[in-house]
């Protein structure tokens, strides 16, 4: 999986590259982001190199699925999506991801994750997307519904987001059964 690519209508969900250092520069710059991600909040060359390093050995590992969202007319980098694989053997995965500042209110977010659950659902062969967000994140909860998750409820010291238990929103998207056979 570590060379996959995911298109969506406006973006392809490609491999993080050298090239992309510059995004990992500017997601940096932004509290959000580096409190509730591994982006690093000091950026250096070698913290962005670092994290280029994870995200390779994480996809070849085949722990997670780490993407950049990048713009198909023009190739800018635009944000990070990945699924977490540890419980892909029960047919489940985990989705996260991030949108830099200067991209928001776009609709970044809401195509990548929909096209990244898609294809999970349905070339992966899981059964269930779950995406956990903080209980105050109004914006990523938006863009789950408007991906078709579902919110289920509320998971309690679920997660270390910013160094500290959280809090979580369970949200998911669930693969249809099959049409069951007529009996004709």
């Known amino acids: 999986m570590a ?8 973006f392809v969900l ?6 992309d250092l510059d995004v990992l520069a500017q ?3 932004d509290p959000h ?4 991600t591994t982006v690093p909040a000091t950026y250096t060359t070698d913290a962005g190199y670092a994290f280029l390093r994870r995200m390779t050995e994480l996809s070849a590992g085949g722990v997670t699925v780490p993407r950049a ?9 635009v944000g990070h999506i990945s699924l977490r694989l540890r419980d892909l053997d029960l047919g489940r995965v985990g989705l996260g991801y991030w949108v830099l500042p200067s991209a928001r209110g776009r609709g970044v977010a809401g195509e990548s994750v929909a096209g990244l659950a898609d294809w999970a659902l349905h070339r992966l062969g899981c059964w269930r997307v779950e ?3 903080a209980p105050w994140n109004e914006p990523s909860k938006r863009v ?8 289920e409820g509320l998971l309690r010291s679920w997660q270390v987001m910013g160094g500290r238990r959280s809090d979580v929103e369970m949200f998911s998207r669930i693969r249809p059964p099959a049409p069951e056979p007529d009996d004709d």
């Open 3 to 10: 060379a996959v690519e995911v298109r969506t209508d406006r």
């Open 14 to 19: 490609r491999p993080w590259r050298e090239s």
């Open 27 to 29: 997601a940096a710059t």
């Open 33 to 36: 982001i580096t409190s509730i």
């Open 69 to 77: 969202i990048a713009e198909q007319a023009t190739g800018s980098v």
């Open 131 to 133: 995406l956990c967000i």
């Open 144 to 151: 789950a519904r408007s991906a078709g998750f579902v919110r």
